[in-house]
């Protein structure tokens, strides 16, 4: 009796080889594996929501799915699913904000007010540091922040970043900075120590 040897799949190129080979429940068990945080982590910065994020999550993940034999190649799939994942976002924030006209357009019925705090089932790790962590990257402009949340929580290089942002790594390099030296400012009001 013979038995096979089921090695990981570690590269985009291993997943999306199988994936192409017809064993794509496998491919897509490690695509997610390896991208579920990464994917999650960003839309849990533009959305500052939990269940939000973890949504918008699934739903990347799911039109990602749909379209992996179609993917060419021409980015990586962590480029790739970035942008998909922050056009979803955007596309959320966007209904939502028309949602909140509507509501308050109503005015002879009641509305919920969505608070910008979050509640505690919006705390979206078991910690109050990151909670503060991103309430102070909230003040950073936006290309600030997203090299910094990129290079610093998602570990990715200069270059990668630069594939992503379409911006020279040079500007980048300089983004990052800036974000850290507003950072070391504005992190004590937050309680947290230098970085």
């Not at 979050?118 to 909230?138: R, T, W």
Request: charged share 25%; aromatic share 12%; net charge negative.
């Amino acid at each position: 009796m013979t038995t096979t040897v089921l090695f990981a799949l570690e590269s985009d190129s291993d997943i999306l080889r199988e994936y192409k080979s017809g064993d794509t429940e496998r491919a897509v068990t490690f695509f997610v594996r390896k991208y579920q945080r990464f994917v999650y982590s960003i839309a849990l910065r533009y959305t500052k929501n939990n269940e939000d994020a973890q949504d918008i999550a699934q739903d990347v993940f799911v039109k990602a799915i749909s379209s992996l034999t179609n993917f060419r190649g021409e980015a990586s799939l962590k480029t790739w699913l970035y942008r998909i994942t922050v056009n979803a976002c955007k596309n959320e924030i966007r209904k939502k904000k028309l949602l909140r006209f509507f509501d308050f357009a109503r005015e002879d019925e009641e509305f919920d007010i969505i608070s910008p705090e979050p509640g505690p089932d919006q705390i979206h790790v078991d910690s109050e540091f990151y909670c503060n962590v991103h309430k102070a990257l909230a003040h950073l402009p936006e290309k600030q922040r997203e090299t910094f949340a990129l290079r610093y929580f998602d570990e990715l290089t200069y270059e990668e970043i630069s594939n992503i942002l379409g911006t020279s790594v040079g500007g980048l390099k300089a983004n990052y900075f800036q974000a850290v030296q507003k950072l070391m400012v504005i992190l004590p009001q937050y309680g947290i120590g230098g970085m």
